[in-house]
Each structure stands twice: as C-alpha cells, then as structure tokens.
C-alpha cells in the first residue's frame, strides 16, 4: 500500500462548480498535511497546510480526519485557472525533519 | 528575483556519462533538498541537507552525490547515467527542517533525458 494514496483522476468540472476530493495516508503517526498544487510541467507550490480543525482559504476548504487517515480538499466556484493537479503531501514524524511524502496526485480539469 | 534556481532546465544525455545540476536558493533558508518526480508524476525525496550537513538521504543509488559548499546551494552529481534516472529533478529549500508546518519552496526543476 502506497503511504500517501490519491485517485489520479482527471475530475471534470464544469466552471463556476464545486468539486472535492480526498487523499489516504498510511501512516498514523503523521504529522503534519498539505496540498501543493502542480500546474503542467511546473513545480509544486504549496496551495495550504491541512490543521486538525479543518481550514479555508478563499474558495478552498481542507479538511483533516485523523480517525480515518484522509484529508480533504473542496474547491467552490471553480475557475479555469485552477486546473492543475492537486498533491496530498504528509509529514512522518517530527524527529524525521520536514520530510515530506507526496501522493501521485489528482488532477482536476475545469471546463467553461 | 527567482527564490529557487536549478540548472540547467534541461539535460538530454548518453548512458554512461557524469552530469551535475545546480541549485541556488535566495531565500536565506537553512534546509535544502533534491527530489526526483518519475514518470508517473511521483514526487520523491532524495536527499535533504540542513546548514551544508546531510540530514535525509533515501534509498538512493551512490551513484548520486549531492554536494552542499555553503547552506545557499545544494548541487546533485550523477554518475555512470541509466536509462532509468530520466525523470524530473526538482531542488527545493525551507526555513528549517526540524518545525513540521515549513513551506518548502521548489526550484523549476531540470528535466533529464538519459539516451
């Protein structure tokens, strides 16, 4: 089993929707989250930090269960612009530093 | 002002030969790392360095020497080139290694190509 697991997708969305996706993790000493996004052929960027009481930012909303190992992502009132692919990141363990696991990643493509 | 730089943006190559990336990061952070995102889009940690010294090194054939002269630059040399090391090479920096909810910021990455 993969650490970080995140259907590839592509997730179709139609502009101004709303779509949401999760990401698994293994791990449950896992510390610490986030979603980077990737644009084609670019680098990561961090997109937000995941905390335990769930966390907006904008149109974006993350979400964080610990019970269950996943964390969320929603992003309302789509644009174009945010087609990219979308990386579930997981930090391991504090003593391990910031070593950061990624998952393949979900790529979401909005459509006019 | 580019943060994270690598070069070169793109290596095409012969199996065999020895190449180097360059890595410079502008931002005054202490941590350093070389990743590598495959084919399928994978991205995996190499090597993680924190003030010049060697902090995380993965399963990763000694084939790849990372070398650190100064906490600002993290440069990779790859020796004896395979077929299967054509991948994209991202280096990325952070403030620190040791707090959890550091940003790590990517260079452009450098795309090599192993014939």
């Known amino acids: 089993r993969k650490e970080v697991e995140q259907d590839p997708g592509p997730f179709n969305v139609p502009e101004g929707a709303t779509v949401a996706f999760n990401c698994t993790y293994s791990n449950s000493a896992s510390q610490s989250f986030f979603w980077y996004r990737q644009d084609c052929r670019k680098e990561p960027k961090l997109l937000m930090s995941v905390y335990s009481s769930g966390n907006e930012d904008g149109r974006f909303t993350a979400q964080l269960n610990r019970a269950s190992q996943y964390i969320s992502l929603l992003i309302r009132d789509s644009k174009l612009s945010d087609s990219a692919t979308y990386l579930c990141v997981v930090n391991k363990e504090r003593a391990a530093g910031n070593k950061l696991t990624f998952g393949g990643g979900t790529r979401v493509l909005v459509k006019p | 002002d580019t943060a994270v730089s690598q070069t070169p943006k793109y290596l095409v190559t012969q199996m065999g030969n020895d190449k180097s990336i360059k890595c410079e990061q502008n931002?005054?952070?202490?941590?350093m790392y070389w990743y590598k995102q495959d084919s399928k889009k994978f991205l995996k940690i190499m090597f993680s360095?924190?003030?010049?010294?060697?902090?995380i090194n993965e399963t990763v054939p000694n084939r790849f020497s990372p070398k650190s002269p100064d906490k600002a630059h993290l440069n990779l040399h790859i020796n004896s080139l395979e077929l299967g090391d054509s991948a994209v090479y991202f280096c990325?920096?952070?403030?620190?290694?040791?707090?959890?909810?550091?940003?790590?910021?990517f260079g452009p990455g450098t795309r090599l190509t192993v014939l």
């Open positions: 990325a920096s952070s403030q620190e290694y040791l707090s959890s909810y550091n940003e790590q910021f």
């Open positions: 931002l005054g952070h202490d941590t």
């Open positions: 360095y924190n003030n010049k010294e060697l902090i």
